[in-house]
C-alpha cells in the first residue's frame, strides 16, 4: 500500500537540500536516510533520501543526486509516497494510519448509523473523520478521545458519543441572558 509521507516545499541553501511538509507521524521511520520514496509525479521519482535534519522548525532533506538548488527547486510540490505493508500498524497503541479508518462505519454508543468516514482532515489542531451520512450530506466528526470512543477495526466501526448539535440540528445553547433573571424595572 502506497502512503503520501511528505511533500517537498522550496530549495535551501545551494547544496540541493529541500524543506518538506512532513504528513507522517512517523518522519524518524518514514523519511530516515536510506529510504527509498516513490514520488507524484512519478517521473520525479524513485528518490533515496542522503540526509536529513530540523532546522528552525522545519524538516530539510537531500535527496541521492540532487546537488545544487537548481535540481532541489526542480522538486518543488512533488509528493513522497512511501511503500507500507496493509497490516502494519503505528508504534503506538491508540495511533491509526488513516488507510485503517478510511470506509468504517461511524454509529453512536446506542447503535444509532451515523455514516461513512470517507477522508480524514489533518489539522494544526486535531484531527477530523469527514462523514458522509445515509442521506449524502456530510458531517465533521472531531478524531478526539471525548467524541470518538471505540475504534474497532475487527468490526470496521467508529463509536461516537456526539455533544449535542455535531451531527444533529437539536443543539442546547446555553445563554448569557436567562429570562427568569431579568430586570425591567430600570
Known amino acids: ?9 522550496r530549495a535551501h541553501g545551494i547544496k540541493g537540500e529541500v524543506t ?3 504528513r507522517t507521524d512517523e ?3 518514514r523519511l530516515a536516510p536510506g529510504a527509498v520514496l516513490l514520488t507524484d509525479p512519478a ?3 524513485p528518490l533515496t533520501i542522503e540526509t536529513g535534519k530540523v532546522h528552525s ?3 530539510l532533506l537531500r535527496f541521492e543526486g540532487v546537488k545544487d538548488r537548481n535540481a532541489a527547486e526542480a522538486l518543488r510540490n512533488t509528493l513522497l509516497i512511501a511503500e507500507v505493508d496493509p497490516d502494519e500498524l503505528p508504534e503506538e497503541e491508540d495511533e491509526y494510519y488513516d488507510h485503517q479508518l478510511m470506509d468504517l462505519d461511524v454509529v453512536t454508543a446506542d447503535g444509532v448509523e451515523v455514516g461513512r468516514i470517507t477522508e480524514i482532515s489533518h489539522l494544526p489542531s486535531q484531527d477530523l473523520f469527514i462523514v458522509e ?7 465533521m466528526i472531531p478524531f478526539v ?5 471505540e475504534i474497532d477495526l475487527a468490526e470496521q466501526k467508529a463509536v461516537i458519543t456526539p455533544p449535542p448539535g455535531l451531527i444533529d440540528d ?3 445553547i446555553d445563554s448569557a441572558r436567562d429570562d427568569s433573571t431579568r430586570d425591567d424595572s430600570a
Not at 451520512?133 to 458531517?139: I, T
Not at 478521545?145 to 470512543?149: C, F, G, K, L, S
Open 57 to 59: 522548525g522545519r524538516l
Open 27 to 29: 518522519p524518524e521511520l
Open 170 to 172: 437539536k443543539a442546547e
Open 1 to 9: 500500500m502506497q502512503l503520501v509521507v511528505a511533500r517537498i516545499g
Open 145 to 149: 478521545e471525548e467524541i470518538v470512543t
Open 133 to 139: 451520512r445515509p442521506d449524502g450530506s456530510e458531517v
Open 43 to 45: 517521473s520525479a521519482g
Open 20 to 22: 518538506v511538509e512532513v
